[in-house]
């Protein structure tokens, strides 16, 4: 047999010293196809995100100076985000349930399958709805793939190994988010120079290419030997996989109450607001860009036909453009869309670079002042910058030391997830428990940008409705720390059985 195909679980042995001595070739194979199942998870998330207002745009032509256009794109964008949730939610408790019932392997397989199906599906939309059903049916597919891949992680590494394995897991995420944020860079600039093509339309068909992972999973990975054991033996007659048995024994139901508000907090702050900052940034330098091509532009062209060619308030019907006016105002457009583009790119890289080392970091403090103190650490902190952020975020040197800072703490929650959902379960509960912490609370999470509708009409009389809006809804970051107290330590001990 060859070397990766041996299967190897917290049983290994633990050798002394630093936790990757301790490591064998089938540990780091089984991390990496989990951390690259992740990694296009992510991506895909970020292309949604960085792709959002180019696609609002699309179904929304028109001035963005238009209130109602404006209007409409906030609140398309904010309809598609909820819906894309809602599907990541059912995805969660569905493959979560199914990865105890069938392995972890087999449940990987068909989630990475489902959300690169449904990502390259999505470049062919021609509307907000039909968008928004493949982002649910994207959903899905995202949902699934967390909860069992972090459980097959926990269940193959040895116990010293874990929550360094697990934390590196998460930060190998942000390796996802910032090749998202350099393919929105690169069709960014495409477009500048006068590409044809819709960029957001080619960076969803970049999201379809993960597919070719499942071969791998399908042909080297195998169940863990946990999985194995429990989905043999009379732990059938426990129901694996039962949400049922999960809410009937006291200790399980009561760490899944109190995991699902842990995981409220933190998914809430980054979809509801952490994300946001991304549109922030194209919102606070929209003005100043446009200001800035038409000087490059008035040196080109006439003056008077340039103010025809770009004139937000003209009737287009009534009073249409020219052949040359047109071609003006097409270019206008294109140099004006690349260069905002960049500004959420830079963002969503300074984000993730912050996210990873915060990722990683998570697991290391963890493991040597324990979780809970530093889940606490971990809120504050994220509560503190991000309510920085939006409240004082103005210059381009802002997104290279303030957005690493805020990336850092708030990312370095969803470390602890990796890290703390699996060892509150035991083996035949264990992706089911994991799952429900991490994606019921999605299904109030779905409901974050409808409340954003609500706060943006309520601040649209402000220059900026998106920065206090967000101000106001990082609040929701201190929320775990009230549950936090009626958790359980789980520093050194080994996983529930």
Request: hydrophobic share 50%; aromatic share 14%; net charge positive.
């Amino acid at each position: 047999m060859h070397a990766i195909d041996a299967p190897a679980n917290s049983s290994s042995p633990v050798l002394p010293g630093p936790w990757w001595r301790s490591m064998t070739r089938y540990h780091w194979f089984v991390l990496m196809v989990a951390a690259l199942g992740w990694l296009f998870d992510c991506l895909d998330q970020q292309l949604f995100i960085l792709a959002r207002p180019a696609v609002m745009q699309s179904f929304y032509p028109g001035d963005a100076s238009n209130p109602e256009i404006k209007s409409a794109r906030k609140a398309g964008a904010d309809i598609a985000t909820s819906i894309f949730i809602a599907g990541w939610a059912t995805g969660g408790l569905f493959f979560g349930m199914l990865g105890d019932r069938i392995g972890r392997a087999k449940t990987m397989l068909i989630t990475i399958l489902l959300y690169s199906l449904f990502t390259g599906l999505s470049a062919i939309s021609v509307g907000l709805w039909d968008f928004a059903f493949y982002r649910f049916l994207t959903g899905l597919g995202v949902g699934g793939e967390f909860a069992v891949g972090v459980a097959l992680v926990a269940e193959v590494m040895p116990n010293n190994a874990r929550p360094y394995t697990l934390g590196l897991l998460q930060a190998l995420s942000a390796v996802g988010n910032v090749s998202a944020a350099m393919v929105n860079l690169s069709l960014g600039l495409a477009e500048e120079q006068g590409m044809p093509y819709s960029p957001w339309r080619i960076m969803f068909l970049v999201g379809a290419v993960p597919a070719l992972l499942a071969v791998v999973v399908r042909r080297y990975l195998k169940e863990p030997e946990q999985w194995t054991a429990a989905s043999t033996s009379d732990l059938k007659e426990k129901q694996l996989g039962s949400y049922v048995a999960l809410f009937r024994h006291p200790v399980w139901r009561k760490h899944a109450l109190l995991g699902l508000v842990l995981g409220f907090a933190g998914v809430v702050g980054l979809w509801s607001v952490g994300f946001y900052t991304f549109d922030l940034t194209r919102e606070i330098q929209e003005k100043p860009i446009r200001a800035e091509v038409r000087k490059e532009f008035e040196a080109k062209y006439d003056p008077a036909i340039l103010t025809r060619a770009i004139d937000p308030k003209r009737d287009q019907k009534a009073d249409p453009l020219n052949e040359q006016e047109a071609e003006i105002s097409r270019l206008f457009s294109a140099t004006v869309n690349g260069r905002i583009s960049r500004w959420p790119s830079y963002t969503s890289i300074m984000f993730n670079v912050g996210a990873f080392f915060g990722m990683f970091g998570f697991g290391a403090l963890s493991q040597q002042i324990g979780r809970k103190p530093t889940f606490a650490i971990a809120f504050i902190s994220a509560f503190a910058s991000t309510l920085f952020v939006f409240l004082f975020l103005t210059e381009l040197w802002h997104i290279f030391v303030f957005v690493p800072i805020m990336g850092f703490c708030q990312l370095s929650l969803f470390s602890g997830y990796a890290i703390y959902f699996p060892e509150l379960f035991p083996t035949w509960l264990r992706s089911t428990g994991t799952s429900f912490c991490y994606n019921v609370g999605r299904f109030v999470a779905a409901g974050g940008p409808i409340i954003k509708i609500g706060l943006d009409s309520m601040y649209a009389g402000t220059e900026h409705a998106t920065r206090y809006t967000g101000a106001t809804m990082c609040f929701v970051f201190l929320i775990g720390l009230f549950v936090l107290p009626f958790l359980p330590e789980t520093k050194g001990k080994p996983l529930p059985e």
